[in-house]
């Protein structure tokens, strides 16, 4: 049987278990005199029995889903021995793949060296082991959980406190993934990246000043080393984000005052929403517009005063980055403007001070603290924008800071190295996986920082 | 007193000049939330003009005459013959008989290119749906090539685009206007084919499908699991270390980039899992990991938001904290949980970078039809377009763009029509 009907027929016995469980529980609770003289409630029994056959039964399942297929190719792999065995992890892919495709029917069979038919042989032996073994196990667990569910049911079996407890455990469970999940994007992240830093020196990689990836096919080739300095896109991801925070900072923070203080409740109530449009818009239609429109437009208004402005300019990219960030600036200023107490508000514009007045001298600077950490997020996240760059800005690493130029970013620079099938082990996908660790490490740094700030300026004002 | 005069003269004068700041910086105030409207509003101009002309499409009308010898072909149960046959011989024939004064190997090449180079498998499609029709005669109105289509909705909009034409095409587009043989349909094939590298041939079925079950996979999975773990977070955790390094954990996973999802989804699922690429499984775990964090989040909102006098009025009626989540909180808070995740949702229709990282950016011609077939997302097809340099890709583009946005419009007003329809104000 495959995962899915395994999957189904413990679910299924899990279902039966249930039904099992509570119809002991109401069997021994009807000469008691009714339900009222057992423990817990007889679903709690039905419960506890459901449990005891499903989820030993699928923790087996989940173990040998990971396992399963490893373990046999390394059985078959170790099974090769003659002419035909792998060196290097490259030729052991090859010869992996060739014993599955054969042993799958997809290669025909004649001609093959012998040895590579005995070993697809064994691989479909063992699969069909493997699948059986499987069956039979995940049976005879879910029936004897069944079994042993059923018999501890009992009059005075604390079934309401065993399932709770089981519950408890599962809804940790759910919680913890959020800490595998960033368990898993260091590991991931540092693994490879330490394995890159060993054919480029961290040092070259930070303060390199020359970007270019590619590594040669043939050793006599021109460029052959490849070089991986990423300063030039450091610089280019500044210069993108200084961009898109030049749009984004005066004019999110200058609506977000405006809504907060000047306009009225109806104007507020349309003006809101349809800000927040902009951020419900998916990144790639930012970047068809980057790429589509605004590029275009700025390269010929350039030309119209006798600049140049090239196609895939920083000023595209970052202007439309910015145009996105807006309403995340908008929505944070406004939610530290609105939590400023009123009562300074009152106390200044008693004084005699304008309107203007009080914002710009009372309420910016008690809500400071919010406002920077909501700009720091906001930085955090042009940062790590990656669709509107990867089509609007370039590919070549220019170290330059002008924005008319056309500049590449870390971001860009991942997509390109990723995207496609890769060889897992040159340095170029590698150094992929150490700007994602730089990209990483910057942002998380931006947002502790942030969150700290928040934290702290809520604590004033509680 | 002399002197409080000086300062009330000070004060004066200073008033018409802070009134002015005043004014200016209402206006700017305005201008900021203008500036933020025209956004909004010139990008939706700029997609709705650009693509609004792809859910139409130029045919021709031609006599086809299914002529077995023409096509090469006797029996239509062959599948022998049927893969040998030559289709495009049937429009051929047929725009031959339409210009009869074409006869040169350049002007023909320049008359075949009028019409699709798909054009004829549609017609062997129409035949083995109508078998009779072999030998027989009939009016079809045939697929053009994406450049014909391109100029004939310029042309028809008085800007004629006839960069990629020969003046020769020009000339029988305008004849063909004349007998009325030429004309704008619904572009049926938008909605139901896969991608292709013709343009006129190209549709958004397969990426919506790619998206169907990559969203299926990941609503499947983040959230039961953001649900559970919002109600351990808010009704059970005990205030301890470990429950604060899941929090700052959540927290700090909402803001991390997605690209960076992309590369633990290819690090940890494809290069250590051995999960093949491309496919909606992979998609969906990798948007799972994504969009738990908004989900987790909003679901503790709406938890938080049931007061404590429902809790409490169930625990001292006997309830076991359990049956007082289970059976009083959270049918309470269903509707902010289930706001949560459709704008979780969202979201993840609306991502790309990640599915870059994994594969799903792959040319793929067939329709998925389940969680592993290789697949790509409409956002992602949205980028691969974006990149073609074929002009009526642009329209494609600029269409499935609204395609995709007129899904996320509904998704998110689902979203506000659900808080306002459910949600109780305590």
Known sequence: MDVTNILILVFGLGVFAF???RARSLAIAKPLGGIRYLHSLPSYYGFHSALWCALPALLLLALWVVFDDPLINSIVADSVTGSQAAGDTASYNLLMNKISNVSAGILPRDGRDPEILAAADLMTRLQTLSRWALTALILTLSITGLAWGWSRTSQVFRARQVVENVVEKLLLGCACVAILTTLGIVLSVLFESIQFFRSVPIFDFVFGLEWSPQTAIREDQVGSSGSFGAVPLFVGTLLVSAVAMFVAVPVGLMSAIYLAEYASKATRSYAKPALEILAGIPTVVYGFFAALTVAPFLRDLGESFGLSVSSESALAAGGVMGVMIIPFISSLADDVITAVPQSMRDGSLAMGATKSETVRKVIIPAALPGIVSGIMLAISRAIGETMIVVMAAGMAANLTANPMESVTTVTVQIVTLLTGDQEFDSPKTLAAFALGLMLFTVTLLLNIFALQIVKKYREQYE | MNNSMTNLEKIRKSLSRRNRAEGLFRWAGRVAIFLGLMAVVVL???????????FRIAYIELDIDYDPEKIGIENLSDPQQLAGADWQALPKAALNKQFPGVTSRGDKRSLYGLISNGAGYDLKDRLMANPLLLGDQERVWILTDDDIDTYYKSWLAGEPYAARLTDKQV?????????????????ANFFTRGDSREPEQAGIRGALMGSLFTLALTLILSFPVGVAAAIYLEEFAPKNGWTDFIEVNINNLAAVPSIIFGLLGLAIFINFFHVPRSVPIVGG????????????????????????????????????KYQMVLHHVLPLAMPGMLTGAIIGMAQALGESAPLLMIGMVAFIVDIPGGFSDPATVL??????????????????????????????IVMNASAVWLRKRLERRW
Not at chain 2, 171 to 187: M, P, S, T, Y
């Open chain 1, 19 to 21: 039904y099992l469980g």
């Open chain 2, 171 to 187: 000339e029988w587009i305008a004849e063909l206007h004349e007998q009325g043989k030429i004309r704008l349909q619904f572009n």
């Open chain 2, 379 to 408: 956002p992602v097809q949205i980028f691969l377009w974006a990149d073609s340099p074929e002009r009526a890709f642009i329209e494609k583009t600029s269409a499935a763009i609204m395609v995709l946005l007129s899904f996320l």
């Open chain 2, 285 to 320: 775990l990798v948007l799972t990991l994504m969009t738990l964090p908004t989900i987790i989040i909003s679901s503790r909102a709406a938890i938080k938001s049931v007061p404590p006098s429902i809790r409490e009025a169930a625990l001292g009626m006997g309830a076991s």
């Open chain 2, 44 to 54: 939706f101009v700029d997609i709705i003009g650009k693509g609004h002309g792809a």
